[in-house]
């Protein structure tokens, strides 16, 4: 089977004596390959098969040598599969590295999806474009329901209305304990106090 890898694009160039060709606004500084052997020769060498669609066509396919210490990352199984779409928790990445979180957020963004999530962390980014479905009133209610446990068939996508929503609920929780507790047992000092102290921060682009 097959291994691919990250490897920079500056090592790739580098190796074939070429400079790099002028950056994009969409450039990448990670180029996919095949890794065809390691420690082969004197001194030991890493043999790569350059395969990234994303490469100028005069190089694509080429084969280059490195340093065997030269710095190569492996791909996740996504990436590698087209029927495959971004993950949209990057705690799903079996291989959590720099090459493998911007390639999953740049297709996300490709695809108009800005919010990412990590675990409870959302990223976002920003769309430098007018999405207008993405604050819309049916996609708050759709969100809202979701997260009061409402029967709801549809998976939905990290957005900023489900981090407000959780952050919010997990206040109000806190409120009522505090207040139940203070109900059934009065001012007693000797309790824990429950701090509910927490900033939610909604923002619509």
Not at 48 to 67: F, R, T, Y
Not at 124 to 150: R, V
Request: net charge negative.
């Amino acid at each position: 089977m097959k291994e691919h890898v990250w490897v920079p694009k500056s090592a790739v160039y580098k190796a074939l004596g070429k400079k790099p060709g002028e950056p994009t606004d969409s450039s990448f500084d990670w180029a996919r390959a095949i890794l065809l052997s390691v420690g082969v020769n004197n001194p030991p060498i890493i043999s790569l098969e350059l395969n990234d669609d994303d490469l100028p066509d005069e190089i694509q396919g080429q084969h280059v040598k490195l340093p065997q210490n030269s710095l190569i990352l492996p791909t996740n199984q996504w990436v590698d599969s087209p029927q495959q779409e971004p993950p949209s928790d990057l705690i799903t990445l079996t291989h959590l590295h720099e090459a493998a979180v911007v390639y999953c957020l740049e297709k996300r963004f490709q695809q108009n999806q800005i919010y990412t999530a990590t675990g409870p962390i959302l990223i976002a980014l920003n769309p430098f474009q007018d999405l207008p479905d993405l604050y819309s009133e049916a996609t708050m209610s759709k969100y809202w329901a979701a997260g009061e446990g409402i029967h709801f068939t549809e998976s939905l996508p990290p957005h900023v209305y489900e981090s407000a929503h959780d952050a919010f609920k997990r206040m109000m929780e806190s409120l009522m304990q505090q207040k139940e507790m203070e109900l059934h047992h009065g001012n007693d000092e000797s309790l824990p106090n429950v701090v509910c102290n927490q900033v939610i921060l909604v923002s619509g682009e």
